[in-house]
Each structure stands twice: as structure tokens, then as C-alpha cells.
């Protein structure tokens, strides 16, 4: 029940981001290989959630459980807030333009 829980928020939360954010992020030339990139990292993270969720609930119960990604997603937010452009009302070569004069690169 707590880990469907989780699953759910997120799905619809942290999960949802990279298929939402793809499509804006990467020129037509390299998006077929950095879709494949960010689809490989966000299924191994997600296989790593997985994978701790019953070793860390029994060291520290479920509120070590919570507090510890919790405290992930909450840096993430930060991260997102602070250091992720906003890109709404932004044609897609001024959002490439934008990133890859974040990122250091020729556009």
C-alpha cells in the first residue's frame, strides 16, 4: 500500500518530468540518443528505488524510509526552482539557444 502510494506521486510528480521535458531540451539532430539517454537513467533510478525501498524500510522504518526521499525530492525541487530555465511562452530555438548557451555549446 505505501510503496503504491509512492509509485503514484511519483508518476505523477518527479517521474513525469523527463518525458515532459525531452521534447523541448534536445535539437532535432540529437534527440533520438538523449531520449534514449534520459529514458535509460530515469528506468534505472526508478530500479534503484526499487531495490532499496525493503533494505531501508527494515534498517530504519518507514519514516527513515520517507525522510530520506523525501529529503531527494526536496533537493531535486530546489534544483528545478533554482537552476532548471523556465520555458514557457519560448519557441524551440530559443529553448535550445538557451540551453546550449547554458551548457557552453555552438548554437
Not at 534527440?31 to 526508478?46: E, F, P, R
Not at 530520506?68 to 525541487?77: D, H, K, P, R, V
Amino acid at each position: 500500500s505505501t510503496q503504491s502510494t509512492w509509485v503514484f506521486s511519483f508518476s505523477i510528480g518527479m517521474g513525469a518530468i523527463p518525458w515532459v521535458t525531452m521534447g523541448e531540451f534536445f535539437s532535432s539532430d540529437t534527440k533520438a540518443i538523449s531520449s534514449s539517454i534520459c529514458t535509460a537513467v530515469n528506468w534505472l533510478a526508478s530500479f534503484a528505488v526499487t531495490q532499496t525501498v525493503s533494505s531501508i524500510r527494515d534498517a530504519i522504518n518507514y519514516f527513515g524510509l520517507f525522510l530520506i526521499y523525501g529529503g531527494i525530492c526536496f533537493a531535486a525541487l530546489l534544483w528545478i526552482l533554482f537552476a532548471v530555465p523556465e520555458t514557457k511562452g519560448r519557441s524551440l530555438e530559443e529553448i535550445q539557444e538557451l540551453f546550449g548557451r547554458r551548457a557552453g555549446g555552438n548554437v
